[in-house]
């Protein structure tokens, strides 16, 4: 099956700095990649997502990008504020069947 | 907007007992829902796609008969720890998508707690 890998697993940033997560998938099938955010003791909340025909998307501070080649995408968030702080996760999916999760990062703003 | 409704949201039982999990799409139909589990501080692990009108699929690593899923509606499906033991205790989520390629929304978990 999918095998989904997210790094960094921990990420501190100063207020208004940018950040960085990546992910990588290893089934050239997938073709469908949401991030979520989860604050503590909630559900994940969809963030942003791409599908396979779109290099980047952007929304607001929130963008996303795409390599197909390589398998791999990220999730750049800029000017960062203390409210971006919590878990968010990567995923990749194969037409929405089934959705295999990146190991989370826990990112945290500081003031 | 859609909205995926998980009951109950935390449950305390003794070891041994069975607990039904609910997972319901309010205002769209699912014909497919997704079970996850999720340990402190850890990633959501996909235990089994809920196929409405047929059996789900489990995956690797996850026992059928231990994790019992029902998905008898367009808006429900149910997940039943049988028997369930302290090592069973985790947060599990359920999420449900309209179409293919959609995002999945997800249920605000349900919190098990075995003793």
């Known amino acids: 099956g999918e095998n989904v890998e997210q790094h960094p697993s921990t990420l501190s940033v100063q207020e208004g700095d940018s950040a960085v997560i990546k992910c990588t998938y290893s089934?050239?099938?997938?073709?469908?990649f949401p991030w979520y955010k989860q604050e503590l003791g909630k559900r994940p909340q969809l963030i942003i997502d791409?599908?396979?025909?779109?290099g980047e998307k952007k929304d607001q501070r929130i963008a996303v990008t795409l390599n197909k080649t390589a398998k791999h995408f990220s999730l750049h968030i800029t000017e960062t504020q203390p409210e971006d702080s919590a878990v968010y996760f990567c995923?990749?999916?194969?037409?929405?069947?089934?959705?295999?999760f990146g190991t989370g990062t826990s990112l945290t703003v500081i003031p | 907007g859609a909205v995926v409704s998980q009951h109950p949201s935390w449950v305390i039982c003794k070891s041994g007992t069975s607990v039904k999990i609910e997972c319901r799409s309010l205002?769209?139909?699912?014909?497919?829902m997704f079970w996850y589990r999720q340990f402190p501080k850890q990633s959501l692990m996909l235990m089994a796609t809920?196929?409405?009108?047929?059996?789900?699929?489990?995956e690797q690593g996850v026992e059928k008969d231990k994790f019992l899923i029902n998905h008898a509606s367009l808006t429900l499906s149910t997940l039943t720890v049988t028997s369930a033991h302290p090592e069973d205790s985790s947060f599990y989520i359920c999420?449900?998508?309209?179409?293919?390629?959609?995002?999945?929304?997800f249920g605000d978990g349900t919190r098990l707690s075995i003793l």
């Open positions: 089934d050239s099938a997938s073709n469908y």
């Open positions: 205002d769209f139909q699912a014909t497919t």
């Open positions: 999420s449900a998508g309209g179409t293919a390629n959609q995002p999945q929304h």
């Open positions: 995923a990749a999916s194969i037409n929405g069947n089934q959705f295999y």
């Open positions: 791409i599908r396979s025909n779109v």
């Open positions: 809920s196929n409405e009108g047929s059996k789900a699929t489990y």
